[in-house]
């Protein structure tokens, strides 16, 4: 028996392993640029109607250029939240929010509030399979928290149930994701993410094309946020990940670079400075574009700035601020929701979120920051940037914690402002 | 994914909540596996205002545990019905060293501590089976058995795809397994403290004696203050 054992042994480790790190780039030379005016193309909320506790939202290109928009918030019925999907068609126009995933979740009469998806990260292989990876988070209890996906195989119609990913060692919890994830040459895919066990260590989560979990790679102790990757080659991969937490404004960055597809990184400086991001890589001279929380004040979300660098991400140079009074009344506006702080108030007392009572519901809006003595709070958070295949630019990001807003804008504008 | 899991998931936390029981109430052998079955149907009752049972509760907040957590509670639920003498103190102490030794370098790792990730190399197991192969010839050496067993469960269990984890770590250890053998761990290193320390005063109070000339020179003990 011992002697079968010591064979079974030497049978199943005499395989070496054959693993491709390999990242696959989109193919630069098939990027058509359909529009050279220089100036923001689009402005329009993805949400229907106002939600409370909007999830970061999160953006995908489908295989026929469509843009696919998932995003997380509370729904009208007490103690229930919901993942939301839209999908911006070529007519330049939001489809209707589609909830794929509605849970129930204890928040209320529970010692900790039990938030559920809040980042999502959703992946479209193809026209028929599509996959949301999402958080289930206990707020101020990061490490109470599970990585879970569902799969979609007709294009989003039918989603399956929520199948939880193993991949820390306390039976899976603890880990949190955000930001756009890797392609490998071999199919596989890498999920940036942050493991919460006894520290904060970022971690690059890699899947098989079957949504198997076939690795992953630590990328050092970090603070409180998965870190945002930007691949600039097939081996090369430039991490920017938050580094001290001191200013609860913005966080310092810490920038690595890989040159092994995630293997092994090496430390760098940066000067950037944020409190949320998304980053794409443009594609000739790989230029670095960013959307920050470049925050000044106290607990403010009011900045929403676009910062480029010239030298992967070394120096920063913020050249346009998205929310800006000045920068507003040069955008396009959106004509058929103009009184929408009026619209958000009657949608809150109409759900039961909000007091319907003057006075309490005044109280209510101090209370939530939303809006105080008719002005209203400017509060900007979670960007998430995307380049679609006609070298547009999509932006989206939660508006005023109730709104998911979308900004589309070209590239001949962003050499404008530059 | 495994279609099962949800059989060995009652098995394992019916065993736990049994165990349990049987060790705060003193039940016969015979009342303790129809307890267990007991167990094993009240898992699956639903939860009052909550649209889902008793384990799935627990097993949404903590997962499936180990293949090494099942064995070892399957041994000690033998015991438990007096089908099996269960497993050996030396045995369980050489465990709890082995797993509190393993899980401390493992969490570290992961945590960010030293060069490499302990944690991934449980996604191609080459080198951690090459390991355990060598402790399963270590330990049927020297007769530890139960130990050898539960290492080829975990390999069939792994090889198996029980759970639904492709990591072998996920197979070897989970959190409550870490927290039985600290505890366990806690109590053999007071114990070995205890022992210390009684050697200790007793070698101390040896070389008192030796060092007295009165003793050297009589042979004999010398009597006491109070004498």
Redesign the interface.
Known sequence: M?LG??A???A??A???T?SFQLALPNESALTTTTSQKKIIAINYLSDSPSLNIGAPALSVLPGGKIWAVWSADIPQPRYRAIYSDVWHADKVWGADHAILVQ?SPRTGMPVDYLQAAAVVPLAHDARKHVVFYADTMRNYPQ?S?LKMIVSTDGGTEWSLP??I????????GLHVRHKPLFYADGSIGIPAI?H???S?GLIVRFNSDY???????I??SVGSAPCLVPLNEKTIVSLQPRSNRSPQRFEFQRRVSTNSGQLWQSDFTDLRARTLSIVALPKNRELIAVLNNNTRRRARDSLALAISNDQGKHWRTIYHFEHPSAIQNQPQIAHKKNYMQEIERTLVRDQHMPDDHAQRAAWLAASQLCYDGICRTRYRDPWLLRDEHNNFHLIYVWNDVLVKHIQFNQAWLNAVR | MNNFIWLYDTFVWAAIISLIFCRIFRISSSYKFVGFCILCALLHLPLPNVPYSTLAYITNWMSSLSVMSAAILGVYLLRSWDLSYGITRQEKNALCIVIVFASTMLYLSVNGWGFGDLYAIGFRPYLLITGMGIIFVFCWIIRFYIICGCLILIMLGYYGHILPSNNLWDYLFDPLLVLWALFCFAIIAIQWAMQASVAITLYLRRSALSNNPTDIKTGTPQPSRKE
Do not use: C, D, E
């Open positions: 011992l054992a010591v079974f042994w030497l199943i480790t395989v070496p392993p693993v129930k109470m599970h199948h939880r193993y991949s820390s060692p306390l039976a899976g919890m493991a066990i006894l520290g260590t198997q979990v076939t690795g992953h790679n630590r050092r102790t």
